[in-house]
């Protein structure tokens, strides 16, 4: 929801008794619905009885009934708004039954549930010349009309070119418990909106009303029963034929529940994050194909290097060049079969020149249906265990050849002791 009155740019406060909501002449309105694909399955009598088609005939050549110099524009813009989830506006010549074109203002506003996942359309066209020859309130008047706003499952609200809120649907009534009367108040939106977020939306709704530009904000809102929910505000101007801004039409669309979400979620990768810099190991993800797209904090301040160099296949460039085509090969392998323990040994290079051998292992992670995902890797330190290994070794061969070398002395006294005998 935006901020009204002396709080925004170029406002202009009026007395709330003098204020009445707006609407349209039903017959003025035309209405459709279309699914999310863009595919229209309702449309209102009203616009039946303006085309003359059948619900069938415009669900599946309403293009025909454009004027043939609008199509491509009309066209653009619709796949533009589909693709981006966007309420839009536009207008264009529409075919009436008569064969003559008319001029129409149509916008359509989508529907998202519960999951942001969108359900359908909203469309609404008004007939222009019709609403020059009845003189309405302005062009913009229609973004008014009730059953419209009842329709959509948002909170709905409209303001002047200054951001004087001037109407309010029953879901917005509903949710906050203010009435119409309440709700055109100077003090109205400090006291609904959560205390740390109304500097920032007052920063962006006159950012919108000095510019014209879409408004769009996350906020939250004060329930009637003095909670607060997350919803998300978006808000477009209607202009007139010069082009002037006269109206704002906006909703709020609750997503608290999909805020939690991503709230956890963020708490979650935070979690991790700290967890995988904490641990005493270089740690790394690969996707599918073993294309690495992640290091921890470890990995970096070891190598020396940052994750445009080390991403994909980059890690080769700090492994010992006497190592590292093993190394590819052998781990090319594994994602290949999807090895379901990868472990190999290596030395890389760090950050001052010095190469320490690291123990790697790499575990695959599958979706539902078994796929491989992504790999999670880690390289652990063990050149002091190879270095004693190595020391172990040596001393151990020393052993073995001090041994050799005794049983050797020990055979040729044997050999001297039964000569001296033998005599």
């Not at 079969?337 to 040994?345: H, I, L, P, V």
């Not at 999670?376 to 190879?386: F, R």
Request: with cysteine.
């Amino acid at each position: 929801m935006a901020f009204a009155n002396s709080e925004t740019p170029n406002s202009t406060s009026r007395p709330e008794e003098n204020y009445q909501p707006t609407t349209l002449p039903i017959s003025t309105l035309l209405l459709g619905i279309a699914d999310a694909a863009g595919n229209i399955v309702y449309v209102s009598p009203e616009l039946l009885d303006f085309t003359g088609l059948t619900l069938k005939q415009i669900a599946t050549g309403w293009g025909a009934q454009v004027h043939p110099d609008d199509v491509a524009r009309t066209t653009a813009q619709w796949e533009q708004a589909l693709a981006a989830r966007q309420a839009y506006q536009i207008e264009f010549r529409f075919r009436r039954f008569d064969g003559e074109y008319r001029w129409v203002r149509s916008m359509g506003y989508p529907q998202l549930d519960e999951n942001n996942q969108l359900q359908q359309w909203i469309i609404n066209m008004v007939d222009v010349e019709q609403l020059r020859q009845s003189n309405s309130e302005s062009l913009g008047s229609w973004a008014d009309f009730n059953s419209l706003a009842e329709l959509i499952p948002q909170l709905v609200w409209t303001t002047d070119a200054t951001g004087f809120h001037t109407y309010f649907n029953q879901r917005w009534t509903d949710f906050t418990g203010y009435t119409l009367a309440d709700s055109v108040g100077p003090d109205m939106w400090n006291n609904l909106l959560h205390p740390d977020d109304r500097s920032r939306a007052r920063q962006v709704w006159g950012h919108s009303l000095a510019t014209g530009e879409f408004y769009e904000i996350e906020y939250r809102f004060k329930s009637r029963q003095n909670d607060y929910r997350w919803f998300l505000g978006q808000a477009v101007p209607v202009r007139n034929e010069a082009g002037e801004i006269i109206k704002w039409f906006g909703t709020c669309t609750d997503i608290h529940d999909q805020k939690m979400q991503e709230i956890a979620l963020r708490k979650r990768e935070q979690d991790f994050m700290t967890l995988a810099n904490a641990i005493p190991q270089l740690a790394w993800m690969a996707d599918e194909t073993g294309s690495i797209f992640w290091y921890n904090d470890r990995w970096f301040r070891f190598t020396g290097t940052t994750l445009p160099e080390m991403q994909g296949w980059g890690w080769q460039k700090v492994h010992h060049p006497d190592y590292v085509e093993g190394v590819k090969e052998r781990f090319q392998q594994a994602v290949a079969a999807g090895d379901e323990r990868w472990q190999d040994t290596f030395p890389l290079r760090r950050h001052d020149g010095e190469y320490r051998w690291f123990l790697t292992r790499a575990l695959p992670v599958r979706d539902e249906e078994g796929r491989i995902v992504r790999w999670c890797g880690t390289n652990t330190d063990v050149t002091e265990q190879k270095q004693l290994q190595e020391q172990l070794e040596r001393a151990y061969t020393d052993l073995e050849a001090k041994v050799m070398f005794r049983t050797l002395d020990l055979e040729r006294e044997v050999q001297e002791l039964r000569q001296r005998l033998g005599e």
